[in-house]
């Protein structure tokens, strides 16, 4: 599960660093030498539509497994896959087979969408309002706030781009926790105590999350 981040007077200096190592992590997985044609307004659709369907799944009052199921489709649906889990897998990508980097990119879809939805069920009976989005080099930042009952509010910030060749994002921050970092580093764990078995790795996610 995704541990909360502790809140510190940096966080917004920790947040800023964290929008360039994403990107950074990103951008191998993304197509060169193409023009960015996704606009701010586009962007900002895009996470509309996106919080649209997180807010139906958290406030759905279904079980934790259908929730999972809404997320896993969500993550599908919006989320750059591939790039994202060819970002986290690192060098051990272009070690791959396409059967192997599939295989695990599959895997990684059911995994991530367990371990955020977990992250966003805690959000039950609040609600994720989409605030501003600009561009930041060659893709987006898209601010949005989760307002809780008796909490404060949660900032979630989602990274868009159309480089892969449709509208995705491919990051999240929750309070500053990096996706796309954490879950390099916490793969490139798994993968190192299974002596760099890809196939292993994938089994495992599976039920991992």
Do not use: C, H, W
């Amino acid at each position: 599960m995704l541990s909360k981040p502790v809140l510190a007077p940096t966080r917004r200096n920790l947040l800023l660093t964290g929008l360039a190592a994403g990107a950074a992590l990103a951008v191998s997985g993304l197509t060169p030498g193409r023009a960015l044609a996704l606009t701010t307004e586009e962007a900002s659709r895009l996470i509309d539509s996106v919080v649209g369907d997180i807010n139906s799944a958290i406030n759905s009052g279904g079980s934790e497994a259908q929730m999972f199921s809404k997320f896993e489709r969500i993550f599908a649906r919006y989320a750059d896959v591939s790039v994202i889990a060819r970002s986290v897998l690192g060098v051990a990508a272009r070690q791959a087979s396409s059967a192997q980097l599939s295989a695990f990119t599959d895997a990684f879809q059911g995994y991530i969408a367990r371990k955020y939805g977990r992250r966003f069920r805690e959000f039950v009976g609040g609600d994720i309002k989409v605030n501003q989005a600009r561009q930041v080099k060659n893709f987006y930042e898209v601010k949005s706030t989760a307002l809780l009952r008796g909490q404060s509010p949660v900032e979630v910030v989602f990274l868009v781009s159309d480089r892969s060749g449709s509208n995705k994002f491919f990051n999240i921050f929750i309070e500053g926790v990096n996706m796309l970092a954490s879950e390099r580093t916490e793969i490139g764990a798994l993968l190192d105590k299974r002596r760099g078995d890809i196939g292993a790795l994938t089994r495992d996610l599976r039920s991992l999350g």
